[in-house]
T-cell receptor
Framework: EAQVTQNPRYLITVTGKKLTVTCSQNMNHEYMSWYRQDPGLGLRQIYYSMNVEVTDKGDVPEGYKVSRKEKRNFPLILESPSPNQTSLYFC?????????????FGPGTRLTVL | GQNIDQPTEMTATEGAIVQINCTYQTSGFNGLFWYQQHAGEAPTFLSYNVLDGLEEKGRFSSFLSRSKGYSYLLLKELQMKDSASYLCAVNSGGGADGLTFGKGTHLIIQP
């Protein structure tokens, strides 16, 4: 089944404890992206990758890192999480970047930082 | 900057028709998407418009006017399962080549 998977789905952690949220897609998509979704703010892009070893900042990159060593995986790294990073996170992928390319979203990761 | 506006919440009756509007001001335009998102779940693709006019897909239709920076999503024969948030998103064709999302319209369907 074509899908985007994320792990973990739920995570409660404490301030400063490094964590990684994994994202994997099995559709051979070139473009991958991370979003966070907060009440009243909608979905905001954190980082994106147009292909292997190519990543760039989105609208809200502060406090996050990503890597794209393989086409299928795009992990999101929080080196020192803070409470303002409590949010619902979505990974998404599309065949290519640009017009008309539907993005497929993972199931989401609900992160709470205490 | 990018700005996408849509109503926060709408209520409609089962079996009726509802229109959800979206206006946008973006630095560029490379197409407009509508996504549906049930509470706590991932957004799922509904429609894509890049040229002016109406795109129909079953009970759902989407309209675009590029000159007015305006789109709407039309849902017909509403069902209870259509209760969800509807997200308008614009591909502005910038460096990110990703999507700028509106804050979403929470649609409540009443019996």
């Amino acid at each position: 089944e074509a899908q985007v998977t994320q792990n973990p789905r739920y995570l409660i952690t404490v301030t400063g404890k490094k964590l990684t949220v994994t994202c994997s897609q099995n559709m051979n998509h070139e473009y991958m992206s991370w979003y966070r979704q907060d009440p009243g703010l909608g979905l905001r892009q954190i980082y994106y990758s147009m292909n292997v070893e190519v990543t760039d900042k989105g609208d809200v990159p502060e406090g996050y890192k990503v890597s794209r060593k393989e086409k299928r995986n795009f992990p999101l790294i929080l080196e020192s999480p803070s409470p303002n990073q409590t949010s619902l996170y979505f990974c998404a992928s599309s065949l290519l970047a640009g017009a008309g390319n539907e993005q497929f979203f993972g199931p989401g990761t609900r992160l709470t930082v205490l | 900057g990018q700005n996408i506006d849509q109503p926060t919440e709408m209520t409609a009756t089962e079996g009726a028709i509802v229109q959800i509007n979206c206006t946008y001001q973006t630095s560029g335009f490379n197409g407009l998407f509508w996504y549906q998102q049930h509470a706590g779940e991932a957004p799922t693709f509904l429609s894509y418009n890049v040229l002016d006019g109406l795109e129909e897909k079953g009970r759902f239709s989407s309209f675009l006017s590029r000159s007015k920076g305006y789109s709407y999503l039309l849902l017909k024969e509403l069902q209870m399962k259509d209760s969800a948030s509807y997200l308008c998103a614009v591909n502005s064709g910038g460096g990110a080549d990703g999507l700028t999302f509106g804050k979403g319209t929470h649609l409540i369907i009443q019996p």
